[in-house]
């Protein structure tokens, strides 16, 4: 388990590469490619993809190209589609561990977390480098009720390039971070009453008295808005399906460490859960309980929750998932179309289908093989990221 991570880490930090500085238009290219992992239809063999105007307009073992393509041929190298991080909390601007808690007030539903967001900032283009294309930026954990997520692309011209959803959800959080002593809720019944309140409060409030906090819970309780629930334990994976239960929450399980235990409960309610990086956890038993999730029916996706891990990790859960029985077409799905089903964006991104966004990684090998290195990053048919040098 360490030689994996260790191999990982040596391959990122040796590796010769470089930013592409994209072009104002998305190019119409051609990729042909030894082996295309749609993590929707399958592998296609010596496939190619067409890209046009941003967009993938087909994907065929056919070799027949457009005219005026631009040809990039990696007959013996892997694509597969963009990497999702569904949990994060890259590129806010100022001090990260400042700008995603709001520690002042329990509820801030009414915060965006995109208003600190630096679509600049270093760890950015390190995510870029590692293949992932799209994530969710989300608050921290001391808030019950923290302020609202937001998903985008780490490449973009304009706003409508970059930004899938400004307002993706509220992010709630029944974690012992989110009680203080100085603050309410001090405990975890105090915890349980003030999410009650609020959601109740929500439930009554009337559009006529303007209340913009309560107008983003009112969507909540109405399913109109995903609540995205942090909780590790089984007691607070157990106390969050008690919320979604009773308040018909349209809702996503984050973190779920311990979910296998009650895989069951999770998987009655048909909760999608956003999972912790693997990477850390050192145990035999606790690197298991993502597959027996996955093996309960349970929908999963997996998360960097940078920068408590670096985003350049995320294929790293994968492939420790897969090494400790997760399938192999389960495990490429966890990081590309589960995560863009959970949350909401699959029209666009997480998988290399007709009419989806062309954002694509070449390998130089199996995706799941921890000396894959990657080759090239493509967002919106824009090169973004090339490797330069063996």
Known sequence: MKKIIFLNILILLSMPCY???????????????????????????????????????????????????KVLDFSDKNVIPGLIDAHCHIGLSLDIYSEIDETVSAVTADMQILDAFNPL??????????????????????????????????????TNDWLLKRNAGVKFSLRDEAMMSDRRPT???????????????????KEDKPNLRME???????????AYICAYTVDEIASAVTLIEEYD??????????GDEIAQLIAGQNIPVIYSPLLLFS?????KRVVKMADNGIKVAFSSTAPRTPL???????????????????????????????????????????????????????????????????????????????
């Open 19 to 69: 930013m592409v500085r994209a072009s104002n238009a998305p190019q119409n290219l051609a990729i042909r490619a030894g082996r295309i992992w749609t993590a929707t239809d399958g592998v296609i063999k010596n496939g190619v993809i067409i890209i046009k105007n941003g967009k993938i307009r087909a994907v065929r073992k056919k070799q027949n190209i457009p005219a005026k393509t």
């Open 121 to 158: 900032a270093d760890d950015v283009k390190k995510a870029l480098r590692s293949g992932v294309t799209t994530v969710m930026l989300a608050p921290g954990n001391k808030n019950p009720i923290a302020g609202q997520t937001a998903i985008v692309k780490l490449y973009g011209k304009k």
């Open 187 to 205: 405990s975890r019944p105090g915890l349980m009453a003030l999410i009650r309140e609020e959601l109740n409060k929500a439930k009554s409030h």
């Open 216 to 226: 983003v819970l009112k969507r909540v309780v109405d399913a109109n808005f995903p």
């Open 249 to 258: 929450l349209n809702a996503v399980l984050i973190g779920a460490e311990q």
């Open 283 to 287: 145990r035999d038993k606790d690197l």
């Open 312 to 390: 350049s990790d995320l294929r790293t859960s994968a492939i420790i998932a897969a090494k400790y029985g997760l399938d192999t077409e389960a495990a490429l799905k966890s990081l590309t179309i589960n995560a863009a089903e959970i949350l909401g964006v699959a029209n666009r991104v997480g998988s290399i289908q007709k009419g989806k966004d062309a954002d694509l990684v070449i390998l130089d090998g199996d995706p799941l093989q921890p000396t894959s290195t990657v080759e090239m990053v493509i967002i919106n048919g824009n090169i973004v990221y090339q490797r330069q040098g063996k």
